[in-house]
């Protein structure tokens, strides 16, 4: 995928065959996805945390159960089924991850949407008492993969400033700005934005303009990831701060430049699909038009 750059690691020296799984080791332990909130990866092949809702069963916990260290594939089973008119479902969920540094990861859902579990992209399936193996290769190659925009962030609990990371280039200064929420703009006035000094800190000054950014109370989030693609900026921020129904834990930035300035749009968690920096994500507060003071 042009101008995605994949970071890997490689915790064993070849490639292990499709029927077993063993998790990256820096996994053990507690993490922070950017979309499911709290996960748990209690050894080497369990995770605890994924919660997906399927004719009103719900799994919670799930297996590894394939694998392609080559690509980075890893396809979990969901420990429960799902009851669909008493014919019992499998729940399939396959990821691509990348490394980032030990503390933190990304990764994108390698399934279709499934529209019988809220347009999660897993892959539901009756169960077959005769098939006790699955393949990466049939599980893990979606008729329609996700965009670039589509990723989902890991960050291990308790390490979280240890994610920090360079904010996008486009963002690498201090800004004006304006807030779009699709009705009305505020801010226009008096406002301001910056990523000075760290370069991996966004930071700004409610004492000038009070409305929330980035879902965050205080103001202040970090930058722990950005994929480009074309003339887009996909930014994962991460808020160290207070954390409930109205201020996130994570944030995405969709960033670009026009002839006539700097936009970018939010949206909770992950980004949308499809999201574009000039238009007001489904569950995003608005559009930021940015206006450089200095570098």
């Known amino acids: 995928m042009h101008g995605l750059v ?47 809702t399927s004719f009103a069963s719900v799994i919670t916990s799930w297996t590894c159960v394939s694998e392609d260290t080559t690509n980075n594939y890893l396809l979990f089973l969901g420990d429960q089924t799902v009851d669909f008119f008493g014919m019992p479902q499998n729940v399939f969920r396959c990821v691509k991850w990348i490394k980032i540094t030990n503390n933190s990861f990304f990764y994108y859902a390698r399934s279709d949407i499934e529209v019988n579990a809220n347009n999660a992209r897993v892959k539901v399936e009756a169960v077959d008492s005769a098939v006790t193996s699955w393949s990466t290769a049939s599980y893990c190659n979606p008729t329609s993969a996700p965009g670039p925009e589509e990723y989902h962030m890991l960050i291990k609990k308790g390490s979280e400033s240890l994610a920090k990371q360079w904010c ?128």
């Open 6 to 52: 994949f970071l890997t690691l490689c915790w064993i020296l070849s490639p292990k065959a499709d029927g077993s799984c063993t998790l990256p080791p820096l996994w053990t332990g507690d993490w922070y996805d950017s979309f499911y909130g709290q996960l748990t990866f209690p050894g080497t092949s369990k995770l605890a945390g994924w919660q997906v």
């Open 168 to 295: 996008p280039v486009p963002l690498l200064g201090t800004f004006n700005y304006v807030h779009n929420d699709g009705t009305t703009e505020s801010c226009a006035s008096d406002s301001q934005m910056t990523a000075c000094p760290s370069w991996t800190t966004i930071q700004f000054d409610y004492t000038k303009c009070s409305k929330t950014q980035a879902f965050s109370q205080e103001g202040s989030v970090y930058c722990v990831n950005t994929i480009t693609e074309g003339d887009n900026y996909y930014t994962a921020l991460y808020n160290p701060g207070v954390v409930n129904t109205v201020y996130q834990r994570f944030t995405c930035y969709v960033i670009s430049e026009t002839s006539s300035g700097f936009y970018v749009s939010d949206s909770p968690g992950i980004c949308e699909a499809g999201q574009t920096s000039t238009v007001n994500a489904t569950d995003g507060s608005g559009v930021l038009t940015l206006n450089r003071t200095r570098k």
